[in-house]
């Protein structure tokens, strides 16, 4: 690693030893479970129960136990898949493009943020899987070689991409997790005392030894991975975005979609990993690893993709009034002023307007007003996929069969059941796991800790009494 | 020979040890069977690489072995086969479904003795338009449904006595019980009475004539729940002829009607609308067309086709007679109507005068006061003899209100002693219902041969049900000089009895009905045809065709000899009556005056006008809504309730806004609220017929007393199309007959552009070698009765859904069609949603909402040569054939929806619930489903099944379906060509919809041969596709609507706007 300028604020704050970082990452999960983890963990555990009822009655009853109709195929199911496969990109971005772009405040957040991915799209595969009329019948998507004589999926549709896409990113992703987790694990099984944690951790560990032959496979194994994630956080998103765009449906036929999809794919991401991360840092005290410079650089990231999305709205609505296509135009005017008008109006105050508060720095440093606008972000962007998909198609060409959309429990509760089980997922995590990757944080101890910055600091105060020309550009400790 | 040894080789020949060894051996090589058990394979542990091996393929294995579901089948073969009938073909028979007013002529489709579907009849007497008097040859939604009605559990299983059934065996003494009955009231001379409807049958009426002669103080007596005796007395007084005449809208070039929905309801409105559509028809050969005129307070059917429009209230429709009838003799007494009914009928007078001997005037008033001015404005005009003939007049309603009114009488009086009632239900479908049933209390017997255990037969003592027509023998005649045969298609489902049958053996006879009929025919028909020679063919023939036509000398239309003048004087008087709010009562489309309250195919099937299903409704104008605070929200599909009240009776109804209705008046259906029609129609609605008044003489069919009060309350209504304007959009094209005729090639140019414009295009395009089907729809003719959805309901195994899955937008109709409304103004704009706003009512630039124009558009999948929804189905498992279908494999859908959302047309349909019970889970049908609250509309027994047709699958839950083009039948026609060894020639293949459809609007064939009736319609400068511009390259042509108005039509001005 580079030695890097005193000018750039320290990464990790207080005076950290190589053993005091292990020490503060591995606590968590050492400590016994605290009586509050055991109450948040039954409460989702039960949210995550009751939405596998509905997906059973979902598979019982048939899909008409939703409230989709003739002209509305596709109304929650698809929101939410889509919605959760966007939250679910952060997480690859941070460990695959950061990685390239040697953003090194990637560290504090990394582990956490694929670990969201991975239960995120868990979350999103449901949704495509269960609304399908025969779910039974699912692996008529695979092209297996069958006795049928020559029957293939249909290569022209972006459904059976999908199949592709969500499944790739995800075994890609969870194989980069879990690789980064090695060395880790392998910490926390040597210091386990119990036999059943050392046995445990002994086999997630994989047998590390921390050995030069270990790292170095360890290091190009990392560097595979992160160049096939690289392109597969602008693919799947793309490819999503192609179940509308390859379309005739107004409001979905759109060659903007894949850039607009992958940025607003980051945007809820980062917001969910703000949400995550504002929560964790505070509960397992990781204020010294995961800082509000960290929060501010996502804040960052947060107002260019948010400014992305939003240019996006405003371009499919020039679009659509330039086109002179009767169609185009109504199903923008309809989204403005149509019946659904709320989710529109919702849409644009939490994903164009809200962001842009965070230009100002005091916001955008404050921790409480970061949580609450990650969660605005994460309602903008749940809105934006209802209005992508139950706008365009409640009201499409022929005015005979304009019909009105709105959810059953079973629905709603499927939607809460996932939100259970990524909690559920995630505390669990939190528990057995390090959420902040102990590895690779002290592999930046040296450059970036904050006893470097002030030793490289001591030793510019040192040349400036000297009357060093360096003593002009000596910073105000931050 | 025998010893002769073949030998392949020198070790086989020498017997060589080695080689017997090996001869003898399975495999070649050892099988290493020890080493295996010994080896370490199996008693040592696995290798990772093993285990991953063995858990792949049992998991592949297990996936692949239950995936394979094997269908049970079970066939059981003929011990001795009957010689008509080969399992897989179906077979037709000639046969008239006739209930109650309703007549048809049909042919019936059975399969493996199973009767399943109703086609129109093939006889030459009656399908062809060309040479023919009569015009029976399409069906109705009625008569399409009415195979479901014989598979109905509901029907009666046996005769009962006071409730408790009478067993096969014990029949012969219930019969002789009532023969006593009989016999003793003959002895002592006690009243005898026949209730029945109007009897078409000619043997019907003999038999009850020779139950007349044995009992002599019998009396027959007529009831029609819709009466329309009002003509017939008229007609009385004019011509010295009680008869309803023969109506002939094919020779008329000005059509006024005056409430009459005689596409619809009125007579015989199959047979009208064949006639109607003959001289509606146009194209660049024959640009011309009738005009018509509908003066009507409600929206009806006919008054959606009509060319010129107004509202009046009902009673002013006597006024509307009046004023025409004035307005043709020159006499320049003003009326009282508003001014655009005034300026509509001038218009009319000065069309009818131009045209004399070649309109007709009809009005729907059964008054006969307003008849005989009606008839005499026909005589004026001189067409008594071209479109009115009085000759062939119409059996269809013979009924007198006046009998009916004076058996009451007697019956209170008590000096009825016998009361058998055939086919009438007066409990119900009476004003006085209630009435009669307390008056049928004081009659000492009481028989009902009703075929349903209905409100009527719940009162008899005794009940004999009738069998269903599929199962019956019969003959009618529904017009003088027309005789209809109708034969059995099924053995009796349960232990019924032909009531004619039933007459006979209380008159001590053992004949058979059918052989009654040939002898009636012998003496009464066979003698006045000069067709056959003897009667053994002539009866064979008649029973094979199914019609015979017996032509008799015309008599010459003898002039008026009525006194118009006291009931032009009696019509004024009506003239000054009208007060305050009235309501006009009419018959459904479907479920007809509530003889067919439990067919669910017609309780599904969406009124033509108003789109609602399962229930009736007070049809409200939109300002009558605004001013009295009344919502009806289409999008939580639920509207306000009020209450109706007419004396002393009060009914409650929700509100349905409909434009186009009087403002002054609201109109409600009858045949609702049914109390005992079977599983599936009681409770639907309520029941108006109390609502209704007389003039002393007639039924009249609105009441002019009525007050309207919002009751606090929602209603949920099922309605399948909530959006009621097309917005302007092309998908519906019209033009003005002006137009036309100026300028025939208006599109032509627009179509060539579009083809060029289609060819631009990367992809490859498929090759149809031989055959592209293709349909052709003309707007034109289509007067959107829905009979061709019923067809297609039946043919293709169409699920019914339930009002309450209806509400959910889950219906399930391949076919639908579609209704918008426009304005006739010249503002074209006005089509658009925000601008038609029941909120915009007050402001200026919204016209008069009474002042509506309709257009009915049938939309079906349009089979696209470049579909949508094949490029996105992620299993291919909607395609194309090499035919130009766009085809479903619904063992491959996996139910993505993808391709519904991707259709432009909205036509494909979702089994979200198991509707038909395909599964094989009993315990997941929809309303079984915990919270849903569905209603089983009653289709998925195993008696109701034998009606699903064998041929086309039926889909199970999860699985996309739509359209098929009707696959089997085109399948079927070119076996049929192939056996026959010829190519296959145009019309050879006719799809469920084409055949159904009254007024031949749609057409089916190959596009690609020469000169075939849809090829040259899609060459048609009329024939357009709908949403072109996206290049999906519809299969189906739409032929654009031609209205016979002056007046600019709203979407042609918006074009032309646009264009400018």
Redesign the interface.
């Known amino acids: 690693m580079n030695p890097e300028s005193y000018i750039r604020p320290p990464l990790i704050h207080g005076t950290k030893t190589y053993e005091q970082i292990t020490n503060d990452i591995a606590r968590a999960v050492e400590a016994k479970p605290s009586r509050l983890w055991w109450i948040v963990t039954s409460i989702t555990g039960l949210v995550f129960l009751w939405g596998l009822i509905a997906i059973t009655w979902t598979i019982w009853f048939g899909i008409g136990t939703w409230g989709l109709n003739r002209t509305i195929g596709w109304g929650w199911d698809i929101t939410n898949f889509v919605w959760w496969i966007g939250i679910g990109h952060a997480g690859t971005l941070i460990s695959a493009i950061l990685l390239l772009f040697r953003q090194k405040w990637r560290v504090g957040i990394n582990r956490s943020a694929e670990a969201m991915t991975i239960f995120a799209v868990i979350c999103a595969a449901m949704f495509p899987l269960f609304h399908m009329g025969r779910i039974w019948l699912a692996f008529f998507n695979f092209p297996y070689p069958n006795s049928r004589g020559p029957v293939w999926p249909n290569f022209n549709s972006p459904l059976m991409w999908d199949v592709f896409a969500v499944s790739t990113y995800f075994s890609v992703s969870l194989m980069f997790w879990y690789t980064g987790m090695i060395p880790d694990i392998a910490t926390i099984r040597d210091r386990a005392k119990k036999k059943i944690a050392k046995w445990f951790y002994g086999i997630c560990s994989f047998g590390w030894v921390g050995s030069a032959k270990h790292w170095q496979r360890h290091e190009s194994l990392s560097l595979v991975l992160a160049g096939i994630s690289t392109p597969l956080v602008l693919s799947v998103h793309t490819i999503v975005s192609f179940d509308f765009a390859t379309s005739v449906v107004p409001g979905w036929h759109t060659t903007i979609f894949p850039p607009y999809f992958v940025a607003g794919a980051i945007f809820s991401g980062f917001a969910m990993v703000l949400t995550l991360m504002v929560i964790t840092r505070k509960v397992l005290n990781l204020e010294d690893y995961v800082t509000v410079d960290h929060i501010e650089s996502m804040n960052k990231i947060i107002i260019l993709t948010g400014s992305i999305v939003g240019c996006a709205y405003l371009t499919e609505l020039f679009t659509a009034w330039y086109s002179q296509n009767p169609y185009e135009q109504y199903a923008f005017a309809n989204r403005a002023l149509g019946p659904y008008y709320w989710s529109y109006w919702s849409m644009m105050t939490c994903n164009v307007i809200s962001p842009q508060l965070f230009w100002v720095r005091k916001l955008r440093r404050n921790v409480w007003f970061t949580f609450f606008m990650s969660i605005v972000i994460n309602c903008g962007m749940w809105f934006e996929r209802f209005v992508i998909i139950v706008t365009s198609i409640h009201r499409d060409f022929i005015p005979s069969s304009w019909a009105m959309y709105s959810p059953t429990w079973v629905e709603i509760s499927f939607f809460l059941g996932t939100l259970g089980f990524f909690s559920t997922a995630f505390l669990v995590f939190a528990k057995l796991m390090p959420v902040i990757a102990m590895a690779e944080v002290k592999h930046i101890l040296k450059t970036s800790g904050e006893a470097q910055k002030k030793a490289q600091l001591a030793e510019v105060r040192m040349h400036a009494a000297h009357g060093s020309q360096e003593a002009q550009v000596i910073p105000q400790p931050i | 020979m025998e010893n002769k040894n073949h030998w392949k080789g020198l070790d086989e020949l020498q017997e060589d040890p080695a080689f017997i060894e090996a001869r003898d051996k399975e495999f070649k090589d050892e099988l290493p069977v020890e080493e295996i058990l010994e080896s370490s394979f199996i008693q040592k542990s696995h290798s990772r690489r093993d285990f991953l091996k063995f858990l792949g393929f049992s998991v592949t294995a297990a ?1 692949v072995a239950a ?1 394979c579901r094997i269908p049970i089948k079970k066939a059981i073969p003929y011990v001795i086969k009957p010689e008509e009938i080969v399992p897989g073909v179906a077979n037709y028979y000639a046969s008239t479904f006739c209930d109650g007013n309703d007549f048809c002529p049909v042919l019936v489709k059975v399969r493996d003795g199973r009767p399943i579907k109703i086609e129109p009849s093939t006889s030459r007497h009656i399908a062809d338009n060309s040479s023919n008097r009569f015009f029976f040859g399409g069906t109705s939604a009625r008569a399409q449904a009415s195979v479901l009605s014989l598979y109905d559990t509901t029907r009666p299983k046996n005769p009962t006595v006071s409730g408790h059934p009478v067993t096969k065996q014990n029949l012969a003494g219930t019969d002789a019980e009532v023969r006593t009955k009989l016999q003793d009231l003959k002895n002592a001379n006690g009243n005898i009475r026949i209730l029945t409807p109007t009897i078409m049958s000619p043997s019907t009426k003999a038999v009850i004539a020779d139950f007349i002669t044995m009992y002599p103080s019998t009396k027959h007596i007529a009831y029609d729940p819709i009466s329309y005796a009002g003509i017939a007395i008229a007609h009385e007084k004019a011509f010295g002829k009680r008869v309803i005449p023969g109506y002939h809208f094919e020779n008329a070039n000005v059509i006024v009607s005056i409430g009459a929905d005689f596409l619809g309801t009125w007579i015989s409105p199959v047979e009208f609308a064949r006639q109607y559509v003959q001289n509606r028809k146009v194209s660049a050969k024959k640009t011309e067309m009738s005009k018509h005129y509908q003066i009507e307070s409600r929206l009806s059917l006919t008054g959606s086709n009509a060319d010129k429009r107004a509202v009046v209230k009902p009673s002013e429709e006597a006024v509307a007679v009046l004023a025409l009838y004035n307005k043709l003799s020159g006499n320049s007494s003003g009326s009282n109507l508003n001014a655009r009914a005034d300026q509509l009928l001038t218009q009319a007078a000065n069309d009818l005068l131009a045209n004399k001997g070649k309109s007709l005037v009809i009005s729907s008033s059964n008054d006969s006061n307003v008849q005989s001015v009606v008839a005499a404005i026909n005589n004026m005009l001189g067409n008594y003899g071209s479109t009115i003939n009085l000759n062939l007049y119409s059996n269809t309603h013979q009924s007198s209100d006046k009998d009916v009114a004076s058996l009451f009488e007697e019956m209170n009086s008590g000096s009825v002693s016998a009361l058998i009632v055939y086919g009438a239900n007066p409990v119900y479908d009476h004003w006085n219902g209630k009435g009669f049933a307390e008056a049928m209390k004081k009659v000492q017997t009481t028989i009902s041969l009703n075929d349903r255990a209905d409100e009527t037969s719940a009162e008899c003592k005794y009940h004999f049900p009738d069998h269903h027509y599929l199962e019956s023998w019969n003959d009618f005649s529904p017009r003088n000089g027309l005789y209809t045969m109708c034969q059995p298609t099924i053995w009796p489902l349960y232990q019924t009895r032909q009531a004619q049958e039933t007459l006979l053996r209380w008159m001590g006879k053992t004949d058979d009905y059918v052989t009654y009929i040939e002898n009636n025919w012998k003496q009464n028909v066979y003698p006045r045809q000069t067709m056959y020679g003897d009667f053994q063919t002539f009866w064979d023939n008649c029973v094979k065709e199914g019609a015979v036509e017996i032509t008799s000398a015309e008599e010459p239309a003898s002039g008026s000899t009525g006194d118009v003048t006291s009931a032009v004087a009696a019509v004024s008087q009506l003239a000054g009556k009208s007060g305050g709010m009235e309501v006009s009562l009419y018959e459904k489309i479907g479920a007809g005056n509530g003889r067919y309250a439990n067919v669910p195919w017609l309780q599904e099937m969406p009124d033509p006008v108003s789109k609602v299903v399962w229930d009736n409704y007070v049809a409200v104008s939109p300002k009558f809504a605004k001013d009295n605070h009344l919502e009806m929200n289409v ?2 599909h639920w509207s306000d309730v009020v209450n109706v009240k007419v004396g002393n009776i009060s009914v409650e109804l929700p509100i349905y806004v409909q434009p186009g209705q009087n403002d002054t008046s609201v109109s409600i259906a009858l045949g609702y609220g049914r109390e005992k029609a079977g599983r599936s129609g009681n409770k639907i609605g309520t029941n108006v017929f109390p609502l209704l008044m007389s003039n002393g003489e007639t039924t009249l069919y609105y009441n002019a007393a009525v007050s309207i009060t919002k009751a606090n309350k929602h209603y949920p209504m099922a309605i399948t ?3 009621f ?3 302007g ?1 092309d ?1 519906i094209i019209e033009t003005t007959l002006g137009n036309y005729k100026k300028n025939p090639n208006e599109d032509v140019e627009n179509k060539e552009e579009l083809k060029k414009l289609w060819a631009q295009t990367l992809y490859p395009t498929q090759d149809f070698p031989a055959i592209k089907w293709g349909m052709s729809i003309d707007l034109n003719s289509c007067i959107g009765c829905g009979a061709c959805a019923v067809s297609c309901q039946a043919e293709n195994n169409v699920p019914v859904v339930g009002k309450t ?1 209806v509400r ?4 399930m109709s391949w076919l ?1 069609i ?3 409304f426009s304005f006739p103004s010249d503002n074209g704009m006005l089509t658009k949603e925000n601008d038609i706003h029941i909120d915009n009512i007050s402001k200026s630039k919204v016209p008069d909402f009474q002042d509506v124009q309709v257009v009915f ?1 049938p ?1 079906l999948c349009q089979h696209c040569e470049n579909a ?1 929804c094949e ?6 498992a909607t395609n194309h054939s090499s035919e130009g279908l766009n085809q479903m494999a619904y063992n ?7 391709c ?3 259709c ?3 036509v494909r ?6 509707y038909t019970t395909a599964d094989v889970f009993p315990w ?1 049908e ?1 309303w079984k ?1 915990p919270g ?1 609250n569905l209603e089983n509309p009653g289709m998925t027994d195993a008696v109701t099944r034998m009606v699903l047709n064998p041929d086309v699958t039926v889909r ?5 379906e739509k359209c098929s083009f009707c696959v089997q039948r085109l399948q079927e026609s070119k076996l049929t060509a192939k056996k026959e060894g010829r190519p296959l020639k145009d019309g050879d293949t006719r799809t469920a919809c084409q055949t159904a459809c009254p007024t031949e609007a749609i057409q089916f064939g190959n596009v690609l041969e020469e000169n075939s009736v849809v090829r040259n319609d899609h060459d048609d400068a009329r024939g357009y596709y ?2 072109s511009e ?1 290049n ?1 390259r519809p299969s189906i042509v739409y032929m654009k609507k031609v209205r016979n108005t002056d007046e600019k039509v709203a979407t042609y001005v918006n074009r032309e706007a646009k264009e400018s």
Not at chain 2, 808 to 811: K, L, Y
Not at chain 2, 871 to 876: E, G, I, K, R, W
């Open positions: 996936t995936s999008v939580e199309q909530t959006h304007s097309f917005e959009r998908a899955e959910r937008v889950h219906e639908r579609d209704r918008y558009q939309m949508p490029n996105v189905c992620p299993v291919s491959r859908c996996i139910g993505t929806r993808y519904a959302n991707n432009p047309y909205k349909r979702f089994n979200w619930l198991d997941n929809p489903i849903m199970s839950r999860g699985v996309m709908v949403l996206l999906t």
